[in-house]
């Protein structure tokens, strides 16, 4: 998707570092050969019933949405994450009464940085990592890069995530780290990839408890007691 598509209706450039989110319908265009008047009326009511009410919720921003995607920003890393998680486990139970071959299964990328808005087009460096993020998200899951990753992991205790390890692409000048959030840890193939920050935390959690406990068997055999 080029976002130069999209009609922004603003004269001049907008320059923001924020936390970008791009969510792309898988397969749209196809849905769209196949019955343009209804995938349309059905991209349009997820817009309004599940995006633009989460989108309020997480004080995000919407950018566009057209094409069978949406580009929005938010000024929290966290929110961002938080409100695509929703996102994606609200979409299939919205969905769950629609003909599997009518529903629309998104993937999502996340990431940290500059984005330009001006007259019709928004661009820039953010912008081209978060669809490079979003380009490697499975449909109906979620890809954020190192910088949200970095801000956001230890508020994110209710999800693992799996190293992707660096990511390059022909309109970012260095690679960047990408993890791939898993929403069912039952579902995880090689707990090797996988980083759950909750498991981190409770295993300093017992570190420190044995810590403390060698300290007091040590006290208990000082001679001087």
Do not use: C
């Not at 921003?61 to 609200?90: C, E, H, K, P, Y």
């Not at 780290?177 to 996988?194: F, N, Q």
């Amino acid at each position: 998707m080029a976002w130069s598509d999209y009609n922004l209706a603003m004269t001049s450039p907008v320059r923001q570092r924020a936390a970008i989110v791009i969510a792309d319908a898988a397969g749209f265009a196809q849905s769209i050969l196949a019955d343009e008047a209804g995938t349309g009326d059905r991209f349009k009511e997820l817009a309004d019933e599940i995006f633009k009410p989460l989108l309020k919720q997480y004080r995000g921003r919407l950018i566009g949405d057209q094409g069978g995607a949406f580009l929005m920003t938010f000024t929290s890393a966290v929110a961002a994450v938080n409100f695509t998680i929703d996102v994606q486990r609200t979409l299939p139970v919205h969905q769950s009464q629609w003909p599997e071959n009518q529903r629309l299964r998104f993937r999502i990328g996340v990431n940290l940085g500059d984005i330009i808005v001006e007259g019709d087009q928004a661009h820039g460096a953010g912008v081209d990592i978060t669809s490079q993020m979003q380009k490697l998200a499975e449909p109906g899951g979620l890809v954020i890069s190192k910088g949200i990753f970095d801000q956001a992991h230890r508020r994110l205790d209710h999800v693992a995530f799996e190293d992707l390890g660096p990511q390059g692409g022909e309109n970012t000048s260095d690679p960047t780290t990408a993890y791939r959030i898993l929403l069912d840890t039952s579902v995880v193939r090689d707990p090797a990839g996988v980083r759950s920050w909750f498991s981190g935390r409770r295993i300093a959690f017992v570190v420190f408890m044995a810590i403390i406990l060698g300290a007091a068997a040590l006290w208990k055999l000082q001679p001087w007691r």
